[in-house]
Antibody, heavy 119, light 108 residues
Framework: DVQLVESGGAVVQPGGSLRLSCAGS????????MHWVRQGPGKGLEWVSL????????FYADSVRGRFTVSRDNTKNSLHLQMNSLTTEDTGLYYC????????????WGQGTLVTVSS | SYVLTQPPSVSVAPGQTARITCVGD??????VHWYQQKPGQAPVLVVY???DRPSGIPERFSGSNSGNTATLTISRVEAGDEADYYC???????????FGTGTKVTVL
């Protein structure tokens, strides 16, 4: 079975930085693009970032471009998100999710890790 | 940027049919995917590519896409279907993934 387990969430002050990680298992990394999707308190889903199966392409939502950096290590089947210059608007539950390279739907999701930006 | 609009809420009696709309400009030209999210849980894919169901999803869940509106239909609604539902597309113009605003389904 596919498993995605996020970690790294914490309480951080505005302007601070945080690095999230996602450990994957049960699938072949080269067959999936990996994403971060977040959900603010009481809010809907917001796509944050994508990294292609080989790490060669990255895309970001306008709200995080220039502040967040996504990376992956296929030898460890892991995904990371470096978040800098955090604001209160970045508060939320951050999910790791995967899409097959042949499709555009999120086939599997982790349970999320909570990021709280507060002074 | 591409925008997907859903009704905030839909109420339905057990055994009846719930229809959740997702409105976007010429959405028929895109593949639409639907997710169910129960409180405290991660989203689960229930329909992909407009009308296909992943394995394990009941046939009661179906989808369609025409013009500017995609629709998720839940037939013979059960209490366990109470959840938030989100539509989603990939916008080729921006290479961004877009979620709808979300719809809370309440089973009366």
């Amino acid at each position: 079975d596919v498993q995605l387990v996020e970690s790294g969430g914490a309480v951080v002050q505005p302007g601070g930085s945080l690095r999230l990680s996602c450990a994957g298992s049960g699938f072949i990394p080269g067959e999936y693009d990996m994403h971060w999707v977040r959900q603010g308190p009481g809010k809907g889903l917001e796509w944050v970032s994508l990294i292609s199966w080989d790490g060669g392409k990255t895309f970001y939502a306008d709200s995080v471009r220039g502040r967040f950096t996504v990376s992956r290590d296929n030898t460890k089947n892991s995904l990371h998100l470096q978040m800098n210059s955090l604001t209160t608007e970045d508060t939320g539950l951050y999910y790791c999710a995967i899409t097959a390279v042949s499709g555009y739907q999120f086939d599997h999701w982790g349970q999320g890790t909570l990021v709280t930006v507060s002074s | 940027s591409y925008v997907l609009t859903q009704p905030p809420s839909v109420s339905v009696a057990p055994g009846q049919t719930a229809r959740i709309t997702c409105v976007g400009d010429n959405i028929v030209s895109k593949s639409v995917h639907w997710y169910q999210q129960k409180p405290g849980q991660a989203p689960v894919l229930v329909v992909y590519d407009d009308s296909d169901r992943p394995s394990g999803i009941p046939e009661r869940f179906s989808g369609s896409n025409s013009g500017n509106t995609a629709t998720l239909t839940i037939s013979r609604v059960e209490a366990g279907d109470e959840a938030d539902y989100y539509c989603q597309v990939w916008d080729s113009g921006s290479d961004h993934y877009v979620f709808g605003t979300g719809t809370k389904v309440t089973v009366l």
